[in-house]
């Protein structure tokens, strides 16, 4: 395996956040809900632009979201419906080149992994955190020890992986701020900033490459 692409998920092969969005459809019904989802994004948006420390992001978020596993099951079905144009292709075609192909995500496993399955990701081929949930299926929590649960966690897994697999190089590809960390940090050798569904400026300004689109990706991807 001569090159690793580590697609980040959220914003990058889906066109949502995915814990904002599960957070959405289950405060649908709440008083204050409409309330409560504005501040998760408002959060979201934080950290994704490094204004926030991952950790302390994903903290607060679990504990505005309220989510319990009769929330998330829906959810994570729909998200599947929410691939962004054209990166099942971009994957596919990748993949025929013989390039190892692998999604790294800040996001929940729970939620994302009907929508991984659909773009042809293998259970082996995918890194993101996990929820922890009480007797009563309540989400209390998340893996503390899962590397992608703290800043700096993409530099490690993405480095792992080179290991492993004795790939060559690894390129990066993605929305955010820890993306972009994973290049930074000298784990992934390359990385391009996405922008297709959202163009974060402090990432874009950093970014060695950047794709606003899909296709400008294939292209950077020499796919």
Same mark, same amino acid.
């Given at each position: ?16 956040? !995915?814990? =904002? ?10 008083? +204050? ?23 302390? !992001? ?14 998330? &099951? ?6 599947? =419906? ?22 790294? !995500? ?15 990701? &293998? ?21 503390? =020890?899962?590397?992608? !649960? /703290? ?20 390129? &990066? ?11 930074? =940090?000298?784990?992934? +050798? ?9 163009? /974060?400026?402090?990432? /874009? ?19």
């Amino acid at each position: 395996m001569s090159r690793l692409i580590v697609f980040d998920v959220d914003s990058t092969l889906l066109q949502v956040e !995915s814990l =904002d969005f599960a957070v959405a459809r289950a405060l649908k019904a709440a008083p +204050d809900g409409s309330q409560r989802a504005q501040r998760l994004s408002a959060i979201t948006d934080k950290g994704m632009a490094g204004a926030l420390d991952f950790r302390a !992001s994903l903290e607060q978020r679990i504990a505005i979201a309220g989510l319990t596993r009769h929330d998330i &099951m829906p959810a994570s079905v729909a998200l599947a =419906d929410l691939i962004t144009p054209g990166m099942d292709a971009l994957t596919e075609a990748l993949r025929a080149k013989g390039h190892g192909v692998f999604a790294v !995500s800040g996001g929940f496993l729970e939620l994302l992994g009907p929508a991984l399955a659909t773009l042809g990701f &293998m259970p082996d081929d995918v890194r993101a955190n996990r929820f922890t949930f009480d007797d009563t299926g309540a989400v209390t929590g998340f893996d503390r =020890d899962n590397p992608l !649960s /703290r800043s700096g966690g993409k530099a490690e897994v993405v480095r792992a992986l080179k290991s492993r697999t004795g790939a060559g190089s690894a390129v &990066m590809v993605g929305d955010g701020m820890t993306d972009y960390e994973a290049f930074a =940090d000298g784990a992934a +050798d390359a990385f391009i900033g996405f922008g297709g569904v959202v163009a /974060r400026e402090p990432v /874009r300004a950093r970014a060695p490459a950047w794709a606003g689109d899909v296709d400008a990706l294939a292209k950077l991807l020499g796919a």
